[in-house]
């Protein structure tokens, strides 16, 4: 595992992410003067970055087999404390065949289904 800056990482890289999450918590005024971030890490599979206002790393959790859909988080760059690659695509490759996919261009389309937004990365 070594740090690994955002413009080395490849589509289908699997990394850790450290970045600084909002929170809602309820403490003295002291200790929120004090300890105002809140460090999250995350790890999945490298999928791009996207946005056209923000930017946002997309992190792949999981995926259906069957129609290719990504369950993805969305983490402001700005917000990235450092990226760790775990395993570099090839690796992963040999374990989630659909990594392979992600070589060409990503998509992503959104849309409602049942007041719930739907995310599916093409």
Known sequence: MRKISLEDLRKGDFILVRWIDASDVK?????????PEVYVKDWGV????????????LLGKDVV????EWGA????????????LILPREE??????????????VRIRRW????REVVKVA
């Open 27 to 35: 403490a003295p005024l002291r200790e929120h003067e004090t300890r």
């Open 46 to 57: 490298y999928l791009g970055v996207s946005g056209r206002k923000h930017r946002f790393l």
């Open 65 to 68: 087999e069957v129609h290719n």
């Open 73 to 84: 988080t969305r983490i402001p760059l700005d917000l990235i404390v450092e990226i760790v």
């Open 92 to 105: 992963v490759s040999e374990a989630i065949r659909e990594i392979l996919a992600l070589t060409r261009r």
């Open 112 to 115: 409602t289904l049942r007041n």
